[in-house]
């Protein structure tokens, strides 16, 4: 089955600063790539995916990037807020609808 | 659109007894849910796929007799903890899949999670 490594676990950055999250997987079959932000005792909130068919996509602050052959893929959070702070978890799956394998999740911390 | 809720959203249970957490899709039908456990600072795991009319396919690992899935419908499906123990204790969540148009792509939305605590 798929395997998602997340690194790093934890990361805190001064507000203002980028962040960046790596995630690696293991199934060349997944071709669906979202991640999600989850606070604490939420439901993890969709904030950007990315399909196998591109290689980068970006939505204001947030980028995803993904390189198939080396099968990793990353989020870049660009002029960090304290309202950052969250758990931020990637993850794969053969598609959209389908069922999802989730990395170890990145607590990110914003600093003042 | 496209909101999933769970009921109850805490439930706090003696060791032994049985517990049933419900998943509807309010705004669209799914034929596919999902179960996922999430235990403190830990990731989502998959429990198992619940799949309307049919019998749920569970992850490796995880006890079907135990978690037992009922998809009855396709806007609600139910998962019963039976015979809870301390150790079940978690965050549930669920999310169900709507499927898409000709030109669009499947997605998943979750609901706001179960949280259960077994004494």
């Known amino acids: 089955g798929e395997n998602v490594e997340q690194h790093p676990s934890t990361l805190s950055v001064q507000e203002g600063d980028s962040a960046v999250i790596k995630c690696t997987y293991s199934?060349?079959?997944?071709?669906?790539f979202p991640w999600y932000k989850q606070e604490l005792g939420k439901r993890p909130q969709l904030i950007i995916d990315?399909?196998?068919?591109?290689g980068e996509k970006k939505d204001q602050r947030i980028a995803v990037t993904l390189n198939k052959t080396a099968k990793h893929f990353s989020l870049h959070i660009t002029e960090t807020q304290p309202e950052d702070s969250a758990v931020y978890f990637c993850?794969?799956?053969?598609?959209?609808?389908?069922?999802?394998?989730f990395g170890t999740g990145t607590q990110l911390k914003v600093e003042l | 659109g496209a909101v999933v809720s769970q009921h109850p959203s805490r439930v706090i249970c003696k060791s032994g007894t049985s517990v049933k957490i419900e998943c509807r899709s309010l705004?669209?039908?799914?034929?596919?849910m999902f179960w996922y456990r999430q235990f403190p600072k830990q990731s989502l795991m998959l429990m198992a796929t619940s799949n309307e009319g049919s019998k749920a396919t569970y992850e490796q690992g995880v006890e079907k007799d135990k978690f037992l899935i009922n998809h009855a419908s396709l806007t609600l499906s139910t998962l019963t903890v039976t015979s809870a123990h301390p150790e079940d204790s978690s965050f549930y969540i669920c999310s169900a899949r709507r499927l898409a148009g000709v030109s669009s792509y499947n997605e998943q939305f979750f609901g706001p999670g179960t949280r259960l605590t077994v004494l």
């Open positions: 199934d060349s079959a997944s071709n669906y």
């Open positions: 990315i399909r196998s068919n591109v």
């Open positions: 705004d669209f039908q799914a034929t596919t």
């Open positions: 993850a794969a799956s053969t598609g959209g609808g389908n069922k999802l394998t």
